[in-house]
């Protein structure tokens, strides 16, 4: 069975997730830390927006998928799909100058969290 609203959206959070690693390494270069965090704030933030967009994204996608495949709605899963793309973006807008739990970093929790949820209660109630 093909899932195309699943693989595009597992395609443009794939692009999301590298750029984030990308991120991760050009700011390992410019501030000298090899592994890990070192002692710098800036390095763990960006670490973070990377990880916790890793946590979540796989969970996301997965119930997505099977959603798809048990014949949920196409919008459903649009609006999901943009809800992780738009909950990822965000967080990394919130994290990116400070620590601090910005209007950015708690929408884009909420946001990913309301969706994963919603996916999941959809796939329970399919089973139910």
Not at 10 to 28: D, K, P, Q, W
Not at 55 to 76: F, H, K, Q, R, T
């Amino acid at each position: 069975m093909q899932a195309p609203v699943t693989t595009g959206y597992a395609a443009v959070l794939a692009i999301v997730l590298i750029g984030l690693a990308i991120n991760v390494t050009v700011h390992r270069a410019k501030l000298g830390v090899p592994i890990g965090g070192g002692d710098d704030p800036k390095m763990v933030r960006m670490m973070r927006i990377h990880g916790n967009a890793a946590e979540y994204l796989p969970m996301g996608l997965l119930l997505m998928l099977l959603d798809e495949i048990g014949g949920g709605s196409p919008v459903a899963l649009r609006l999901a799909g943009a809800g992780l793309v738009i909950g990822r973006v965000l967080y990394g807008w919130g994290m990116w100058k400070t620590t601090a739990p910005t209007f950015g970093r708690i929408a884009g929790t909420t946001l990913t969290w309301v969706v994963i949820l919603a996916l999941a209660v959809l796939n329970l109630m399919r089973i139910a």
